[in-house]
């Protein structure tokens, strides 16, 4: 019997952070981070992840949530065990073990490490806008997509430094193509090391061998 961890890649930061306090050795298999933008192409490629784990693993936990319903309507492989979560910004909202399906605020962008160093969503649009439309429609167009925001918020979890010069300088531009100002919010690790350690308490779905996983049973 064996234990395999399924993971964003935007996470990566906090999946090894949380996998080094817990002392946990379980393999990690990474998902592409671009996926999330099509949750479609995201399921299929969890699907295909997980049916090409070896036969002996019988458990895959997760570190991801609901993520645009791209880990529901399939029948699990194998023991799934899931944050009953919406993404995976509320899963670092969480600092207790009290569970919420959706801890963010409306109108707020946030960020962590891998968003802006893996997967920098808003760079990259705003780049292939920016040539394929010229500065005044990428500029109308921008202001069109971000007009709700007010704030991006930058997830201090603990697993990178939130205040690197680097890493600030990239949430600058961030900011100022969205529109809005940045600021750093009170996050944490918790809901990942509790996942690698085995608690499995009320944040959590274990999803067994066979069972189909459904919206409903994350609000």
């Given amino acids: 019997m064996t234990t395999v961890i399924l993971a964003c890649e935007i996470l990566k930061q906090e999946v090894e952070a949380a ?6 050795s ?21 699907e295909k992840k997980l049916q090409e ?3 002996e693993v019988d458990t895959v936990l997760l570190a991801m949530a609901l993520c645009g319903n791209a880990i529901v309507g399939f029948a699990a492989p194998c023991r799934l065990v899931v944050p009953r ?16 399906a959706n801890l963010k605020e409306k109108g707020h962008f946030y960020l962590n490490y891998g ?33 709700d925001y007010v704030s991006v918020d930058v997830v201090e979890n ?17 900011a100022g193509i969205i529109g809005c100002p940045y600021r750093h919010v009170p996050a944490s690790n918790l809901v990942l ?9 009320g944040q959590f ?15």
């Fill in 19 to 24: 996998r080094e306090k817990v002392n946990c």
């Fill in 26 to 46: 379980y393999p990690i298999v990474y998902i592409d981070g671009g996926l999330h933008m099509v949750p479609q192409k995201l399921r299929q490629e969890i």
């Fill in 53 to 55: 784990l070896p036969p």
């Fill in 85 to 100: 979560m919406d993404d995976c910004a509320t899963i670092f909202l969480h600092q207790n073990d009290e569970r919420h």
């Fill in 115 to 147: 968003y802006i160093n893996i997967k920098n969503f808003v760079q990259d649009d705003y780049d292939y806008a920016l040539e394929k439309y010229g500065p005044r429609r990428c500029e109308k167009m921008t202001r069109i997509l971000y007009q």
């Fill in 158 to 174: 603990g697993a990178y430094d939130a205040h690197d010069k680097d890493f600030l300088a990239k949430v600058e531009k961030v």
């Fill in 193 to 201: 090391e509790k996942l690698f350690a085995g608690r499995w308490d």
């Fill in 205 to 219: 779905m274990v999803v067994e061998k066979g069972q189909i996983l459904q919206t409903e049973q994350f609000f």
